[in-house]
């Protein structure tokens, strides 16, 4: 087994962790973060600490990769649920400017003649904070990510200087 499985994960006291029929669930507050866990390993919870190893003797590569995995998204599930992801998104350019239609969805007028309406994914909360400021959070660190590269993608940073849209600050990453 490798050093990392052998380190125990700590987690805050105001953290719950529940481990049932494969799922792995975190919760602090009203924020929820659910890790799923293949059949072959094993999840141990003792006072504020997680501990993986395998059920059953494992020779396969692609196994002993999926603890390592598993390892890392119950890491990121505990820093979700205590911190929480955040990305902040800058509209750079003449009249560019962004405004919330309803809470999963946003207008971006970016140059187009139109203005563009783009759908929020589920668990990503996103907030209009000045006309060119868009911050997105979740507890989810995946899913801001695709959010933002979603947003990003409408109008990409250009080398010759016309408007785009940029990560500005980037937090708990």
């Keep these: 087994m490798s050093r990392l499985a052998r380190r ?19 919760s602090s507050g009203a924020k929820n973060e659910k890790v799923l866990i293949p ?16 059920s059953v003797e494992v020779k396969d590569k692609a196994r002993y990769s999926m603890l390592g995995t598993v390892i890392a998204h119950s ?7 205590t911190e929480g992801y955040k990305k902040q998104l800058e509209l ?11 809470p999963n969805r946003i207008s ?11 759908d929020i994914i589920d668990n ?3 907030k209009v904070e000045k006309e060119t400021l868009i911050l997105l959070e979740s507890t989810n660190a995946c ?16 080398k010759f200087k016309r408007g785009s ?5 980037e937090s708990n990453q």
């Design 8 to 26: 125990p994960i700590p987690f805050p006291n105001s953290v719950s962790c529940v481990f049932q029929k494969g799922v792995l669930s975190f």
């Design 39 to 54: 059949d072959f390993i094993k999840c141990d919870i003792e006072d504020s600490n997680l501990k993986f190893s395998f």
């Design 75 to 81: 890491k990121s599930a505990i820093k979700g649920v």
């Design 92 to 102: 750079k350019g003449v009249g560019y400017k962004a405004s919330l239609i309803s």
């Design 108 to 118: 971006l007028s970016i140059g187009y003649s139109d203005p563009v309406e783009i």
């Design 124 to 126: 990503v909360c996103a």
């Design 143 to 158: 899913l801001v990510g695709t959010m933002a590269a979603k947003i990003i993608k409408l109008r990409p940073p250009s």
């Design 165 to 169: 849209i940029i990560l500005k600050k």
